[in-house]
């Protein structure tokens, strides 16, 4: 990780990013036209990248004075290299410099290891979505934090 660098995504990086879903997500991964409709709807998407490579991403959408983080993932050969927190660095100031009074997510209930980052960044839990994975079935937890 020599030369690491956080930019937006672009539309021909979506066929490497739809792999990462893919491995990440496994059923519930998203597609490479939903993440087309993604950018196309005009929300924040951006990457970590060494050199060419993409190593993790996040997307965010805009509400009025809220801001959803569609998702957020890491390829495994990344992990535990501050990827998801440079991301998180990252998405957190674009927030703020936006005007955003909170920042929201949904997260796996089974995914304990995002939800610990999220917990460091200050997010809390405001309750549950039951099945809300409609391939796996998986509960995820709904989480805010104040800006």
């Given at each position: 990780?020599?030369?690491?660098?956080?930019?937006?995504?672009?539309?021909?990086?979506?066929?490497?990013?739809?792999?990462?879903?893919?491995?990440?997500?496994?059923?519930?991964?998203?597609?490479?036209?939903?993440l087309w409709?993604?950018?196309?709807?005009?929300?924040?998407?951006?990457?970590?990248?060494?050199?060419?490579?993409?190593?993790?991403?996040?997307?965010?959408?805009?509400?009025?004075?809220?801001?959803?983080?569609?998702?957020?993932?890491?390829?495994?050969?990344?992990?535990?290299?501050?990827?998801?927190?440079?991301?998180?660095?990252?998405?957190?100031?674009?927030?703020?410099?936006?005007?955003?009074?909170?920042?929201?997510?949904?997260?796996?209930?089974?995914?304990?290891?995002?939800?610990?980052?999220?917990?460091?960044?200050?997010?809390?839990?405001?309750?549950v979505r039951k099945?809300?994975?409609?391939?796996?079935?998986?509960?995820?937890?709904?989480?805010?934090?104040?800006?």
């Amino acid at each position: 990780m020599n030369d690491l660098r956080i930019g937006r995504l672009r539309w021909w990086h979506l066929p490497e990013v739809a792999k990462m879903e893919t491995v990440i997500f496994g059923p519930e991964a998203w597609s490479e036209g939903l993440l087309w409709t993604e950018l196309s709807a005009g929300n924040d998407y951006r990457a970590v990248f060494d050199g060419e490579r993409i190593l993790g991403y996040a997307g965010t959408a805009v509400s009025g004075d809220e801001v959803w983080l569609n998702n957020l993932a890491v390829d495994a050969s990344a992990r535990r290299r501050g990827i998801g927190r440079m991301l998180m660095d990252d998405l957190i100031e674009r927030a703020r410099a936006g005007g955003a009074k909170a920042i929201y997510l949904e997260v796996a209930v089974d995914n304990v290891p995002a939800q610990r980052l999220y917990d460091a960044y200050g997010f809390v839990g405001l309750g549950v979505r039951k099945n809300y994975y409609q391939h796996t079935g998986t509960d995820a937890a709904v989480m805010r934090m104040d800006l």
